[in-house]
């Protein structure tokens, strides 16, 4: 990583549930100033961590969208192997945890799943016990949810369907440079409202081609997310630096193909014409007076 951008944002996986070698479970990871904060932790967000080389325990938040487990089945990862004495785990103060409604319970649980782990390490390897522990923060309204050496983190609820709730995005402000990164939503206004001004607008995206539209579950699937066509619609109003996707739904079946990544800019470029990357895993872009963009 170079050292002269200050503000990063890193998709750690773009993935969705499918267990996909290349593109792992819904994780972000935000670097500004001396901060690192992960939005949601999905299958492998432990893995990219490391081949960034980031100890998994120098994470100072982990902020999560909503409670479908793509998003969140990577904590007790991110949470238990953070704490290993070993240079990739290291945390010695408390797993720090901002969610909406929810946190609290998903956190306790996770305690009592993983007591016998915790009982065993802390004898028998003398981790410190204020390392494991949670202190969790939640929300139930659009707002400030974290504010520390320069960085703001503004949680705003979006719309990921009528009984998939709660479901919030987050924009992220460092050194009067804007993230914004929308969670798992089909098109909602609140998306533009806090995209207004952002350097980096990060939107999750579901398509099919069009025979597949006609299966009930592929309706269903696509009415909780933003077609490509929608997801365009929102970066022409927000026009932001850069616009990118992540969450990359490609729905198929046994006989039709998923739409190619071609397809989805094309239905994008039906609404949208600014600058557009669709995002894949440890995919980094450092928001200075431009955007860079970096694969690792
Ligand atoms: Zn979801
Ligand atoms: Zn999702």
């Avoid at 089945?73 to 720090?96: A, H, M, Q």
């Avoid at 649980?109 to 390392?131: M, N, T, V, W």
């Avoid at 992220?172 to 909602?188: C, K, L, P, Q």
């Avoid at 299966?215 to 616009?243: D, M, N, S, W």
Wanted: net charge negative; hydrophobic share 40%; with cysteine.
């Amino acid at each position: 990583m170079t050292d002269e951008c200050d503000f990063r944002v890193t998709l750690l996986g773009t993935g969705v549930p499918v267990p996909s070698p290349e593109r792992f479970g819904p994780s972000t990871l935000i670097e500004a100033g001396d901060q690192k904060l992960l939005i949601d932790a999905g299958r492998g967000a432990t893995i990219r961590l490391y081949q960034l080389k980031v100890p998994i325990g120098r994470i100072d938040a982990l902020l999560l969208t909503h409670y479908h487990s793509d998003h969140t089945c990577g904590i007790p990862d991110v949470w238990l192997t953070g704490w290993l004495e070993s240079y990739f785990g290291t945390r010695k103060t408390p797993f720090r945890v901002i969610g909406p409604t929810g946190a609290v319970t998903l956190m306790s649980h996770l305690e009592q799943a993983y007591a016998a782990d915790i009982k065993i390490r802390a004898a028998d390897e003398k981790l410190p016990l204020e390392g494991i522990g949670i202190s969790v923060t939640e929300y139930e309204r659009d707002g400030v949810v974290y504010e520390k050496n320069g960085v703001k983190v503004v949680a705003f609820e979006v719309d990921h369907g009528d009984v998939i709730k709660p479901a919030y995005g987050y924009r992220i402000e460092f050194g009067g440079r804007v993230a914004v990164i929308s969670g798992d939503t089909r098109y909602n206004p609140n998306v533009i409202k806090y995209g207004a001004g952002a350097d980096l607008l990060v939107h999750e995206v579901a398509a099919a081609r069009p025979e597949l539209m006609k299966e009930a579950y592929v309706q269903r699937i696509i009415g909780h997310h933003a077609t490509p066509r929608e997801a365009g619609l929102v970066f022409a109003v927000t026009k932001p630096k850069l616009a990118a996707f992540t969450h990359v739904v490609q729905l198929a079946s046994d006989r039709i193909p998923p739409p190619t990544l071609d397809d989805m800019v094309a239905e994008t470029r039906q609404t949208y014409d600014g600058p557009l990357q669709i995002g894949q895993d440890l995919m980094c872009f450092e928001i200075g007076e431009r955007i860079t963009v970096r694969c690792y």
